[in-house]
């Protein structure tokens, strides 16, 4: 049996201004990446959601190669998915992306959501 789910992603890299954060901080950025993944789900409402790390040691940002991580949050919507509700949730992703990447000095933490990519520049949290 399959069943049709949405597919939502953060995808985060290792380095600051091309050089790698240690490996603690880098731990605390993945961990921190899946608890916004993971607060999205709850904050959503979703019927069924749950939430993957997968790693790479060769991405690309900027011509660099870095490590990097997508922390992809697969879930099934209480209702049907509306356009509208798909912006909510999307929005709310970039907020939590934007603070994502003050709190570990990036440039970006990439959203992925229904086929569309948004390069999240960082934002101060208040």
Not at 30 to 37: D, L, M
Not at 65 to 76: G, L
Not at 93 to 104: C, D, H, P, S, T
Request: hydrophobic letters at 40%; aromatic letters at 10%.
């Amino acid at each position: 049996m399959s069943k049709q789910v949405n597919i939502t992603e953060l995808r985060i890299g290792r380095n600051i201004d091309g050089t790698p954060m240690d490996a603690d901080q880098w731990a605390e950025f993945v961990a921190a990446a899946r608890e916004a993944a993971e607060e999205f789900g709850r904050d959503i409402e979703a019927d069924e959601f749950w939430v993957e790390t997968h790693f790479s040691d060769a991405g690309q940002y900027n011509g660099q190669t870095e490590e990097s991580a997508v922390v992809t949050v697969y879930w099934t919507p209480h209702g049907l998915t509306t356009a509208e509700f798909d912006q909510w949730a999307v929005d709310e992703l970039v907020r939590k992306a934007g603070e994502l990447a003050w709190e570990f000095d990036q440039e970006t933490v990439a959203v992925v959501h229904g086929g569309r990519s948004t390069l999240v520049e960082a934002t101060e949290v208040k």
